[in-house]
């Protein structure tokens, strides 16, 4: 395994992460309804570690996939040597009130008393980001970060290019998360969003690298050398998903 340094806080993260959204569900719905096996999600978790995997990317709406998680690094003793990233879920959020309750059931789900990398799901535009500034996220995040629960506090983006470019000046982000692949070049943050959260600094996750399995197995044969070519030149974090 190949590992990338953040260099916000030095961590060693592993340059592919584990994406918990499916689990080799047959399908995004299956996972959304829990649809997976649970003893098959474990015996992948422990796969990927043992080789050398150590980013786990899962979320609060990804029915089951938390909790599975979180249970299969307790079983195997890793969790401090292992990176957590998991999201708010926004779309289910309704007053401050709401970002405490949320986060206290990820941590009692991940077996954990802090997230490593917490992300805002789905944050698509300023006006959220208004709204959730006006609750006091900025403070809350604040105190969470002083107490050590949140480690790196960032977003996760779908949404159009512009509204990408004005949420990266909004915030003082320790990183990124967005969709990306040779498909979706301009496509929501795209290569123009990419570039300028390279330049200020920050770490990117990337998303859907093989777009959900629909470019795995059909490259072309030019993709797959400049991809080799690029493997160990790239200057950004990529996450598998």
């Known amino acids: 395994m190949n590992y990338k340094i953040?260099?916000?806080n030095g961590d060693k993260l592993s340059i592919l992460g584990f994406g918990c959204m499916r689990f080799g569900g047959d399908s995004l719905t299956s996972s959304f309804a829990g649809g997976f096996d649970t003893k098959k999600a474990e015996q992948l978790i422990k796969s990927a570690i043992d080789s050398g995997v150590n980013y786990f990317d899962t979320a609060y709406?990804?029915?089951g996939s938390e909790e599975v998680l979180g249970k299969t690094l307790a079983k195997c003793g890793v969790r401090d040597k292992v990176y957590i990233a998991t999201?708010?879920?926004l779309i289910l959020c309704r007053s401050r009130n709401d970002l405490d309750k949320y986060f206290a059931k990820h941590l009692e789900r991940l077996q954990t008393d802090y997230i490593d990398?917490?992300?805002l799901h789905m944050l698509a535009d300023m006006k959220t980001w208004n709204t959730l500034c006006e609750w006091g996220i900025k403070e809350w995040v604040a105190e969470k970060k002083a107490s050590g629960q949140i480690k790196q506090f960032g977003f996760s983006f779908h949404g159009a290019q512009?509204?990408?470019m004005a949420l990266l000046d909004a915030?003082?982000?320790d990183f990124c998360q967005i969709q990306y692949n040779y498909s979706d070049e301009n496509y929501q943050a795209g290569v123009k969003g990419?570039?300028?959260a390279a330049a200020k600094g920050m770490p990117v996750m990337i998303m859907e690298p093989l777009l959900g399995g629909k470019l795995a197995g059909s490259l072309p044969e030019a993709a797959v050398e400049l991809l080799k070519a690029?493997?160990?030149g790239t200057k950004f974090f990529v996450r598998k998903k």
């Open 194 to 196: 990419l570039k300028k």
């Open 171 to 173: 915030y003082d982000w």
């Open 61 to 63: 709406v990804y029915n």
């Open 87 to 89: 999201k708010m879920p």
């Open 6 to 8: 953040n260099p916000k």
């Open 230 to 232: 690029m493997r160990f």
């Open 117 to 119: 990398y917490y992300l």
């Open 162 to 164: 512009d509204e990408f």
